[in-house]
């Protein structure tokens, strides 16, 4: 049962990450919420379910960023639209048509993967250094006039 357990949480997830609901998991396994919390006690079953818990996490970030990563490239799909026809009570096909669709690459999806997986050669800013070396001291007008020649 533990084993079983841990599969479905694997699968579906369990309260964490946008996973399953507790209700959902009991519902599914034929228990109530009593009987899991019972069984969290026991060091095998909450080992498991927590382990299972971490497989769901890293396979919902690796769909996440492979999908993220299409939204910056871009990709294309074939979209099927098809029409139906009443034979004697039955559907019949009518009309199939298969389009070619094109997601343009998503210029915003592109620069957070950028900035967040190489953010030493993607920086979302600029550095400015400015060195001024003045035996005297230089008024703000001095100042505002040599920012304002950069």
């Given amino acids: 049962m533990v084993q079983a357990c841990a599969d479905w949480v694997r699968e579906n997830g369990l309260i964490d990450h946008g996973g399953a609901t507790l209700t959902d998991f009991c519902r599914a396994m034929g228990i109530d919420d009593m009987s899991y919390y019972n069984w969290m006690k026991r060091s095998e079953f909450s080992e498991s379910i927590k382990k299972a818990k971490e497989a769901f996490r890293e396979s919902l970030e690796k769909d996440i960023v492979k999908s993220l990563a299409n939204a910056a490239k871009g990709y294309e799909y074939t979209q099927t639209t098809t029409e139906y026809t009443d034979v004697n009570g039955k559907p019949r096909v009518k009309k199939q048509v298969k389009k070619n669709i094109r997601v343009e ?36 007008d001095e100042a505002k006039k040599i920012i304002n020649e950069l």
């Fill in 105 to 140: 690459p998503n210029v915003g999806a592109a620069i957070f993967l950028l900035t967040n997986i190489a953010p030493e050669r993607w920086k979302n800013r600029q550095n400015q250094e400015v060195n001024i070396s003045n035996e005297k001291p230089i008024t703000v």
